[in-house]
Structure formats: C-alpha cells, structure tokens
C-alpha cells in the first residue's frame, strides 16, 4: 500500500502533479486477464498437489489399517491345508510359528508408518501439537530385534520394510494362514503402500518450476504497485488507498496461498498430518 499513499498524497498535496504522474489505465487493463490466467494457473496446481498429498496420506492409512486386520483376523493355521502338511510341523509348532509371523507383520507395520513419516518430510519433523501423536516411536522400539538390525542396516529402510512385509506375507500363506486370493490382495495393498509414500515423496521434493513462481510474482508486484497510479484525476484521494488495498489482498492473498499449498507437509497445524 506505500504506492498507493503515495498517490493519495501527491493527488491531494500536489494536485499540479498529477498529470505528469497519471499512468494510463490500458496496460493494467491489457495485463490482468493473462496475469489473472497465471495466478489462477498457480493456485490450481499448488490446490492440487496439496489435495493429492491428502488422498495419498488418507490411502496410505486406510490400507495400513486393512494390512493389519488381515493380519490379525487370519492367525488360525488350516490343519488340512496342503501348505501346512508340506510344512513338516505339528499343529502346536505350526500354531507357534503362525503367532510370531502375526506379530512380525503388525510390527512391521507400525514400523513403516513411522519410516513413511521420516521420508516424507525428510528427516524434518517437528509436528504442530494438534497434528502430534503420543507414543511415536522409532521403528527399532517396534521392531523385533532381528528385524531392528536389518532396519538399521538397510541401505534403504523403505524398501527393506517392503520386502519384509511381502516375505511375511509369503510365509503365512505357506504356512496355510491366507488363501492365494487374499494373499494376492495383501500384495497388492503392499504396493500401494508404497505407491502413496512415493507420490508423498514426489510432491516434497518436486517444486513449482522456479522461473514460473518468479515471473508470476514478478508481474503481481509491478501490477499492484503502479495500479495506484492509474487512478489519479478518475477518482477522489481518499478512495486510492482502499481501492488498492482491496485489489492488492485479492492477487497477493491468492499468490500466499498458493505458496502455503505448494509444500503440504510441514509443522503448521493446517499442514497434512502424517502421524
């Protein structure tokens, strides 16, 4: 608005002046529909990734849930399965052994939710309190220890919680816990785990194309500041303020926006939750 009180007090203290100050009101009228066009361009593409970063999350939850229901509704050994005859085991031992594969899945589970966390931020994560969540733990703390070592060895823990999640997976359904047809469906829900962490992954780390944002901006700033300018002689003093005020806030709100919708995943309490 510091153009804009300019304008006011040069067209109520110097009324000489404004002639040769009076910009003429074409070229904003030439420039607000393809300026107007790209903002709209912007906020539609920063609304989207934030819009895609919340189904994504909300899937990666949803199918989370799903795995580990499956897991625990599914923990009685057939005893005439061919799987389990081919196993070489009592049913006590092959009951036993079922147990621990449920328990190494549902800990698997808790672990890659929190691991998902880690690569979607990037290591960054301090959330608001009203997206926080008590008891967060690290994937060592529920891990069981074999897998804890593997976890803290792994190149990439993503996929190390991955491949340990489908080999428990294969395991139960040799051992006759899941059916082929549910078996295939725990991959697939698998993959899409996977497949949401990575779109989350994509969106952080892929930002708007820099020279865009800084013409966008650019244009937005040369726009509002000169506007002021173009209502000298049309309009009282005292109505330039207000009126640049009014249409500054609409393109400048839009652009801030735009820049808080871009990057969804943050420690603000309006960011996506990832807890």
């Given amino acids: 608005c510091g153009s804009g009180a300019v304008a006011a007090a040069a067209a109520s ?8 100050i009076t910009m003429p009101s074409a ?4 420039l607000a529909l393809p300026m107007s066009i790209l903002l709209a361009f912007r906020f539609q593409n920063a609304y989207d990734r934030w819009w895609t970063s919340r189904q994504e999350m909300e899937s990666l939850a949803a199918n989370a849930v799903t795995l580990a229901l499956c897991a625990s509704n599914n923990a009685e050994v057939d005893p005439n399965s061919r799987e389990a005859k081919l196993a070489g085991l009592t049913l006590a031992e092959q009951q036993q052994h ?4 449920r328990c190494r899945m549902l800990s698997l589970i808790d672990a890659y939710c929190v691991i998902a966390e880690q690569v979607i931020h990037g290591g960054d994560i301090n959330p608001h309190p009203v997206n ?9 703390d529920v891990l069981l220890e074999k897998d ?27 051992l006759g816990l ?8 725990m991959y697939d829900t698998i993959g899409q785990l996977h497949d949401s962490v990575q779109k989350c992954e994509m969106v952080r780390t892929q930002r708007s194309p820099g020279p865009f ?9 040369l726009w509002c500041y000169t506007f002021p300018f173009t209502l000298l002689g049309s309009v009282r003093p005292l109505t330039i303020l207000p009126a640049q005020f009014s249409l500054s806030s609409a393109y400048l709100g ?12 943050g420690n603000d309490a309006d960011d996506v939750p990832s807890r």
């Fill in 148 to 174: 804890a070592e593997q976890c803290l060895r792994a190149e990439d823990q993503l996929v190390w919680c991955t491949d340990s999640l489908m080999d428990c997976v294969h395991a139960s359904q040799r």
């Fill in 132 to 140: 926080n969540v008590d008891q967060w733990l690290q994937p060592q």
């Fill in 98 to 101: 079922a147990e621990q594969l």
């Fill in 213 to 221: 944002v800084v013409h966008v901006r650019t244009l937005l700033f």
């Fill in 13 to 20: 203290r110097f009324p000489a002046l404004v002639p040769h």
């Fill in 178 to 185: 899941y059916s082929a047809e549910l078996a295939s469906k």
């Fill in 254 to 265: 839009a652009e801030f926006c735009s820049a808080e919708m871009q990057d969804p995943f």
């Fill in 27 to 30: 070229m904003h009228e030439l």
